[in-house]
Each structure stands twice: as structure tokens, then as C-alpha cells.
């Protein structure tokens, strides 16, 4: 008789965009993962500091907690109202999406959540980038310790594939540079800027459309693309960079005097971040029009590997986005369900030593 598919429970650390995407994309899509994957994911317990918290090891539909988003604790559950840690720690997840607000100077909340996740036997997979660009060796040592896995990819240009590309498929290439458009708000910005828009008025209309924050230092200064540049250099080119390693410098400064000098030169402005062997830096640079990171426009990001064997190895795609990231997310799932984590994990009814991995 074929076994049936592994049993995935899972808590949401965080309910708003990213969380309500996975929610999403299970509502559609769960039988057929179940089906074409052999992993079941089953939401079992959602915590949100604005939106309530609940948790019924047997688990919620999909469609239950999306109708019910404003107000989780209006859907019938034998627990409510405990807060992240005590959800993460006492609820019987397999595995813990964390997807709480980041914070790039202490890397909490999701740094307390991750630790919590990973000391008690349960993957962890984030997207909230501030823990993995600040501790991430300290993290990794917890899941080897425990035999559990981290999932970052939603870290990293939303569900565009770029960890996976490069740590699966372009490591044994020699990766020996990385370069890349890694904020979509920056790059609205500087797309707007190269059409006529002063700095003030582009980053008016980014924040209109909603993709700048009313608070939008984070990214113009460079800290968000710092964060991914750090992140890359841990799991792609195996350097223990923290945050504050990446020499940074923001777009605030140009002017349209700039944009029209590089424009007259064949140039382009862009926020570039890079790291090689010696050094990690986000900066804004003139590039050529034919250089493959000039025609990125609007909010997309892009990424370009230099390797030893493939040359440069140009990767496009979403930087953000509700369902993108939703699905980085369930990617990093069905891997860690693939490598064996999940299979052990229902026979057990616990998360038991697999050999830590990273997605």
C-alpha cells in the first residue's frame, strides 16, 4: 500500500501580507501539493500582534483564517490570545514561518522567534530578513544543534529563486562575484528619477503606490539591500558577514543634475550591492546601458553571479509582492520536506534529528 502524504503543521508567526499569501496560495493549492508533493501542510496555530492569535492542533482551513483575517480570535479554537514565543514554543507545529516585522539593527522580533523555533526541534523558515543578515552563523549552529533546517529564500527577492539558484546549482560553478538590484523601492526611484522625476516626487509616488514605507530610510539609505548583500555572502559565498560589515551609502543624495550626466555618458544610475572574496558594499553607481543590470526598470530586482565556469549568470524577477513571497515560503517547505524533514516529523509526532540544512 502506497504511504500516504507526510503531515506538515504549521504556525504562522505574522499575518498580514506574506502570511496571508501562504495562506493564499494553501487555499488553492494544498490538495495538489499534498498530491504531486506528498506533503499535507496544515495551518495548526496563527499569532499576530495586531490581529489575534490562535491555535487548534488540529489545524484551521485555509479560506477559514483569510475570511476571518481582521479578527483571527473570532474563529472557534481551543486557545487564544498566547503571544509568539509561548505559540511557537508549547504549539505542535513541525514548522514555523516567521514573518513578523523586521528590524535591521537588533534583528528582533524574528532573531527571539527563530531561536525559540529551532531549540524546540521545529524548522524555521523567515522571511523577515533582519535575524539572517545579523546572526545567521549563531542561528545556523542552533539548527545543527537541534537537526532541524532554516528556510531564508523570502529574504532575498521574494520568491524569485536566488538562494536556491545559488546554492544549488551555481556553487560547484565558483561563484566569485555577486552584484545585484536587490531593493525595488530604490529602483522605482532612480527609474522615475532617469524620466524627468526629482528625488522628492519619485519617492512621493513610491510611496503611493506602496512601495516605499512613510518611513522609507530603510531603503533609500541602503539598510534593506545591505541586509540581502550580507545574507548572500553567508549562503552563497561563505563569508560570516553581519549587517554592519556591508559599507553602505543610500540614493538620497542624487540629483537630477546626476541622472542627466550619466544619461549624456550612456549611463544609467543604479543602487547596486556587491560582494567578492574582500569586500561587501551597497552604493549608487553609474553603469552602461549595455551592462545586464541597466534595463532593470521599475520595482524588479535583479542579481548577477560571476562564476569560474558560467561566466555571468543574470537572474530577473519580483523583489516583493504578497503571493512572490508567499510562495518563497512554501518552496523552502517543500524542500525541507524533500531532504526528509517532514517524513520523520509525522511518524514521530515530533521533529526529530534529520541533519541541518539551510533553503
Keep these: 500500500m502506497a504511504a500516504g502524504p507526510a503531515t506538515c503543521r504549521l504556525a504562522l508567526v505574522g499575518f498580514g501580507t506574506v502570511g496571508q499569501g501562504v495562506t493564499e496560495i494553501l487555499a488553492q493549492r494544498r490538495e495538489r501539493y499534498a498530491r504531486e508533493f506528498g506533503l499535507d501542510m496544515r495551518v495548526v496555530a496563527v499569532s499576530d500582534l495586531n490581529r489575534g492569535s490562535i491555535y487548534d492542533p488540529a489545524g484551521f482551513e485555509p479560506q477559514a483564517l483569510l475570511d476571518n483575517a481582521g479578527d483571527l480570535e473570532r474563529l472557534g479554537a481551543p486557545h487564544k490570545g498566547w503571544d509568539a514565543l509561548r505559540t511557537i514554543r508549547e504549539c505542535n507545529a513541525d514548522a514555523v514561518l516567521e514573518m513578523a ?3 535591521l539593527e537588533t534583528g528582533e522580533p524574528g532573531l527571539s522567534h527563530a531561536r525559540a523555533a ?28 537541534n537537526g532541524v533546517s532554516i528556510g531564508v529564500e523570502g529574504t532575498v527577492m521574494s520568491g524569485t529563486p536566488t538562494l536556491a539558484l545559488a546554492t544549488e546549482m551555481l556553487k560547484g560553478a565558483g561563484v566569485t562575484r555577486i552584484e545585484g538590484i536587490l531593493n525595488g523601492t530604490t529602483n522605482y526611484i532612480l527609474t522615475r528619477m532617469g524620466e524627468g522625476l526629482a528625488y522628492g516626487d519619485a519617492l512621493a509616488e513610491a510611496q503611493q503606490k506602496g512601495y516605499a514605507e512613510a518611513d522609507p530610510t530603510g531603503d533609500v539609505e541602503g539598510i534593506d539591500a545591505a541586509g540581502k548583500v550580507a545574507i548572500l555572502a553567508n549562503l552563497v559565498m561563505d563569508r560570516p558577514l553581519a549587517l554592519s560589515d556591508v559599507r553602505r551609502q543610500g540614493i538620497s543624495r542624487l540629483t537630477p543634475a546626476d ?100 533553503t
Excluded: C
Excluded at 529551532?118 to 549552529?141: D, Q, R, T, W, Y
Design 101 to 103: 516585522y523586521t528590524d
Design 118 to 145: 529551532l531549540s524546540n526541534g521545529k524548522h524555521i523558515v523567515m522571511s523577515s530578513k533582519g535575524a539572517v543578515a545579523l546572526h545567521f552563523p549563531e542561528l545556523l549552529a542552533l539548527a545543527n544543534e
Design 259 to 358: 541622472i542627466e550626466e550619466a544619461r549624456a555618458a550612456g549611463q544609467v544610475w543604479k543602487l547596486i550591492g556587491y560582494v567578492d572574496g574582500a569586500s561587501a558594499r551597497v552604493e549608487p553607481r553609474r553603469i552602461p546601458a549595455s551592462h545586464p543590470l541597466a534595463a532593470i526598470s521599475g520595482a524588479t530586482n535583479a542579481v548577477t553571479f560571476t562564476t569560474d565556469y558560467l561566466g555571468e549568470v543574470t537572474l530577473i524577477g519580483p523583489g516583493a509582492g504578497k503571493l512572490e513571497t508567499g510562495y518563497a515560503m512554501i518552496g523552502d517547505l517543500l524542500k525541507i520536506a524533500r531532504q526528509g524533514g517532514f517524513a520523520a516529523a509525522s511518524r514521530s509526532n515530533a521533529t526529530g534529528p534529520q541533519g541541518a540544512t539551510t
